[in-house]
């Protein structure tokens, strides 16, 4: 297979890294989204009808016939799925997306976890080794200046359990996506979630029509950004396994949030900048563990390749 960075490491580990860049950006877009004046219920009810819209066409990608007697697999994913959704959003609500995104990188451990008992991918000893030093990259990047404020604590329990929600998603994805054509499965995994968003009417605090107009183009971007990046980490993880490795690499989105919080967070209203040179960079040492991490799976990789 062709080889990354002149070494024997398959090209498609570019796929996660790519998604971390989408996923962090497109969290910084819904963020500006909230603070303009989206509600948490109403923007999750109209991302997820948005997500339909971009996800229906999937449906006609698909062959042969459908597998009625494997349906519980896209429902059970849907609504794994959606405890991810509300959890991961509502962290996004409460606390700074410099702080949730990374710690929302345990996500490769919950995979990890889960892998061992319902796929028959083995987590090899390296992978579990950059699963640790992920988590010393999370603290780091994370936790470190604001994890004993209540807020924000409570935004770090949103983003572990949202990170469990999508660990187990993606182990399902691999499992069952290709026995039942990933296409369709997304699509009606999709139209699953839409319909379960319905739940969320009830805790409007105002009706859409009363969400500001600027809050638009905020939400449609940052929703485009992030069903871009999901489809393309479920069809990598579909296709090509290894959902803890590319979770290990799909971690840097961490550093990512960092990096764009720091860089263009001001030109999008985020002011998480504020607080302090020395807090952002104590976050950005987290990437050193972070790129070793990384760096175990690619050169084990490289190694079996070889």
């Not at 991302?47 to 016939?65: E, K």
């Not at 985020?270 to 050193?288: D, Q, T, Y």
Request: glycine share 10%; aromatic share 14%.
């Amino acid at each position: 297979m062709s080889g990354l960075f002149g070494m024997n490491i398959p090209v498609y580990y570019i796929i996660p890294f790519f998604c971390a860049f989408l996923v962090a950006f497109g969290s910084l877009l819904l963020k500006r989204a909230m603070v303009e004046g989206f509600g948490l219920t109403r923007l999750l009810f109209v991302g997820n009808w948005l997500t339909l819209v971009v996800m229906l066409p999937l449906w006609w990608l698909g062959d042969g016939p459908f597998p009625w007697e494997r349906i519980h697999w896209p429902v059970i994913t849907s609504i794994v799925a959606m405890g991810g959704i509300v959890f991961t959003f509502l962290s996004l609500r409460i606390g700074e997306v410099s702080v949730v995104m990374p710690v929302a990188g345990v996500r490769v451990l919950f995979v990890a976890l889960f892998s061992l008992f319902l796929v028959s991918e083995k987590v090899r000893g390296p992978w579990w080794m950059g699963a640790a030093l992920t988590v010393i990259a999370i603290y780091l990047l994370g936790a470190s200046g604001v994890v004993f404020r209540r807020r924000n604590a409570y935004a770090l329990l949103s983003a572990v359990a949202g990170a469990a929600c999508y660990g187990l998603v993606d182990v399902l994805v691999q499992r069952w996506a290709a026995g039942f054509g990933l296409f369709r499965f997304v699509a009606v995994s999709t139209v699953l979630i839409a319909v379960e968003s319905f739940l969320l009417v009830p805790f409007f605090q105002a009706p859409l029509r009363a969400v500001p107009s600027k809050c638009w183009k905020w939400l449609i971007m940052g929703t485009v950004l992030l069903n871009i990046q999901g489809l393309a980490l479920a069809y990598s993880i579909s296709t090509y396994g290894k959902a803890t490795a590319f979770n290990i690499i799909y971690g840097s989105r961490g550093l990512w949030s960092v990096i764009l919080v720091w860089m263009i967070g001001p030109l999008l209203g985020n002011k998480e900048k504020e607080v302090g040179k020395k807090i952002m960079l104590r976050r950005l040492a987290g990437a050193v563990f972070l790129c070793l991490a990384i760096a175990l799976v690619l050169l084990e990789e490289s190694v079996i390749a070889h």
